[in-house]
């Protein structure tokens, strides 16, 4: 079955650690993928896509991600985590005009 | 450029009570528009998408439902709500790779 996977429910660092988080995917083919963070009580902000190309592209705020297609996954990753960071995170695939989002991943970032 | 409204931002309604929730888009047409909910640890589920006026498709059954009486209007609705229906409801457009634009949402709470 398509499913998207964001295996960590809560991350904890510290302010200017390097932050990875996980997103896998299972489709039969290539989605569009996503990455989005949401501010308590808030919409939801695009953070970078990836649908074509260079597999490590580059997003607002410091982040990026890299697709990798053996492993099906789709990591977010930022060198240096701000506290301004702090936020639910999630991952998301594009396929046939429909958008399945994983469960999610709420960072928290210690001073 | 476009952009999307959703309102109220806040609701709170009675159990049994209806429901009626507009999001609107601008700078765009003939636009692919969703509707999703965020239940409380349960991450954003896909409930209505619209390809067109009039053209709604469901993804689970429940005690909602959508219309789209202008290319650009989304309606959530429902005759008579239930504790089960409170939750955060995002309405988005777009689709394909170029990624999908969310409103600020409405937290709907029923009781």
């Known amino acids: 079955a398509q499913s998207v996977t964001q295996p960590d429910i809560h991350i904890t660092v510290s302010e200017g650690a390097s932050l990875e988080l996980r997103c896998n995917y299972s489709?039969?083919?290539?989605?569009?993928l996503f990455w989005y963070v949401q501010s308590p009580g808030q919409g939801l902000q695009l953070l970078l896509k990836?649908?074509?190309?260079?597999?490590l592209v580059q997003g607002i705020k410091g982040f990026e991600a890299e697709f990798k297609r053996s492993q099906s996954s789709f990591n977010l990753r930022k060198p240096s985590v701000h506290w301004s960071d702090a936020a639910e995170y999630f991952c998301?695939?594009?396929?046939?005009?429909?958008?399945?989002f994983g469960q999610g991943t709420i960072l928290t970032v210690h001073p | 450029s476009q952009t999307i409204h959703q309102w109220p931002a806040t609701l709170v309604q009675p159990v049994g009570s209806p429901l009626s929730l507009e999001c609107t888009v601008e700078?765009?047409?003939?636009?692919?528009l969703y509707w999703y909910r965020q239940a409380a640890g349960r991450g954003l589920q896909l409930l209505f998408y619209?390809?067109?006026?009039?053209?709604i498709s469901s993804e689970v059954p429940q005690n909602l439902s959508a219309s789209r009486p202008q290319d650009r209007q989304f309606i959530l609705s429902s005759k008579k709500l239930l504790l089960s229906d409170s939750g955060f409801y995002l309405c988005?457009?777009?689709?394909?790779?170029?990624?999908?634009?969310f409103g600020s949402g409405t937290r709907l709470t029923v009781v």
């Open positions: 998301a695939v594009g396929f046939y005009g429909k958008l399945t």
């Open positions: 619209s390809v067109g006026i009039g053209q």
């Open positions: 489709y039969g083919a290539t989605p569009y």
């Open positions: 990836y649908f074509s190309g260079d597999t």
């Open positions: 988005a457009w777009g689709g394909g790779p170029y990624g999908y634009t």
């Open positions: 700078g765009t047409s003939n636009p692919n």
